[in-house]
């Protein structure tokens, strides 16, 4: 079975600009969640989509902003990017209560 | 503001021998509890996860949870070199806030 999957990889981007990841979850899990792994902070929640709609965000400025695909694949935008954005980007996935997470996009704002 | 604590270590074993990882949580409410492993520069693995009171075990994982003081442990037994990781301790309020709050986690070295 095909684990998470999350594009691109690395992401350099200059302060200022906009920022697009996406995830592809498990088949058959509903769920999308997005964490920030950035260095020191350890993991925070951002947002979490489910069906399509979104369920809960975490706090975040509302320059993070995401949306979720009838396919359940989900995409995380990040406007007027700032340095500390930079950041491991994480998704995960889930079907029943616990969380399977990609191997993540790392970004890094100059 | 709902908390997670873990000690950051680092914690060496010597390999062979148990190594415990601690984790407390400081919301009552918290239901779910989840254990990962994270190798520098990839992306968390979930180890273990428990959700009643008692032990639980898996190969060589144990996890323990004590709602009563909000304590939650996972013991790995014959640790091995590949165990030497990060390890994060995430709580989930309750079942319909799919949420998880992480600790910072703790690093573990295993010493051959």
């Known amino acids: 079975e095909a684990g998470v999957t999350q594009s691109p990889t690395h992401l350099i981007k200059t302060r200022g600009q906009q920022a697009t990841l996406r995830c592809s979850p498990i088949?058959?899990?509903?769920?999308v969640y997005w964490y920030q792994q950035a260095l020191g902070l350890g993991l925070q929640f951002l947002l979490w989509?489910?069906?399509?709609?979104?369920?809960n965000r975490g706090n975040f400025p509302p320059r993070f902003s995401g949306r979720q695909f009838p396919n359940y694949s989900s995409e995380l935008n990040v406007n007027a990017l700032e340095l500390e954005d930079s950041a491991l980007y994480l998704c995960?996935?889930?079907?029943?209560?616990?969380?399977?997470f990609g191997p993540g996009t790392r970004l890094t704002v100059t | 503001q709902k908390e997670v604590e873990q000690n950051s270590g680092p914690l060496s074993v010597p390999e062979g021998a148990i190594a415990s990882l601690n984790c407390t949580y400081s919301?009552?409410?918290?239901?779910?509890f989840f254990w990962y492993r994270q190798y520098s520069g990839k992306s968390p693995e979930l180890i273990m996860f428990?959700?009643?009171?008692g032990d639980k075990e898996d190969g060589r994982f144990t996890a323990q949870l004590n709602k009563a003081s909000q304590y939650v442990s996972l013991l790995i037994r014959d640790s091995q070199p590949s165990d030497s990781a990060t390890y994060l301790c995430?709580?989930?309020?309750?079942?319909?806030?799919?949420?998880?709050?992480f600790g910072t986690g703790t690093r573990l070295t295993i010493i051959p």
């Open positions: 989509y489910d069906e399509g709609e979104e369920r």
């Open positions: 919301d009552r409410g918290s239901q779910s």
């Open positions: 088949s058959g899990h509903t769920s």
């Open positions: 428990i959700y009643s009171n």
């Open positions: 995430a709580v989930k309020e309750d079942f319909g806030n799919e949420k998880l709050t």
């Open positions: 995960a996935s889930s079907l029943s209560g616990e969380q399977y």
